[in-house]
């Protein structure tokens, strides 16, 4: 006997501006911004507390136009793509991090660290990589690192 999973949730009745938002993957400023300009349908208002709420159709619809670029009302519409906060071009990131691996350091008192001390810090320390890691972190294990070994 096998049991099958089903792929989707089910989709609420209703939604409010916030789980909208989340889902279409912008600020509550840009899918207002949206809605005056008639890409998304506004809000309706439950009649009990006015609070604005969205039906399951008119959420399909939002996301629909969100993803294909044609808004409810037709028109075409570019939309500005997110990009992850701190992520930037590898070819930058190594050359960054270490310029404020540095300047941290500095400011912690090690005024004669190089910038190769703290490259090979890094690769005993850290041999796959910060990526993931908290900066303040990598700080602390390379000031240590440094102090440690008597390199500085």
Not at 12 to 40: D, E, I, N
Not at 61 to 76: F, I, P
Not at 124 to 129: A, E, K, L, V
Request: proline share 3%; net charge positive.
């Amino acid at each position: 006997m096998s049991v099958a999973m089903k792929d989707e949730i089910p989709a609420k009745a209703a939604v409010s501006v916030s789980h909208l938002c989340r889902l279409l993957k912008m600020s509550r400023s840009q899918f207002y911004f949206h809605v005056r300009r008639g890409t998304f349908h506004a809000p309706l208002r439950l009649a009990a507390n006015n609070r604005p709420y969205f039906t399951a159709s008119m959420v399909e619809d939002n996301l629909r136009a969100r993803q294909t670029g044609v808004g409810v009302n037709g028109e075409y519409v570019l939309f500005y793509e997110r990009v992850a906060t701190g992520l930037k071009p590898e070819g930058s990131k190594g050359k960054s991090e270490i310029a404020s691996l540095l300047d941290g350091l500095k400011a912690s008192g090690l005024k004669t660290v190089t910038r190769e001390q703290v490259e090979a810090a890094l690769a005993t320390r850290y041999p796959n990589g910060t990526a993931g890691q908290n900066e303040n972190t990598v700080l602390t294990v390379v000031f240590r690192h440094l102090k440690s070994s008597g390199i500085v």
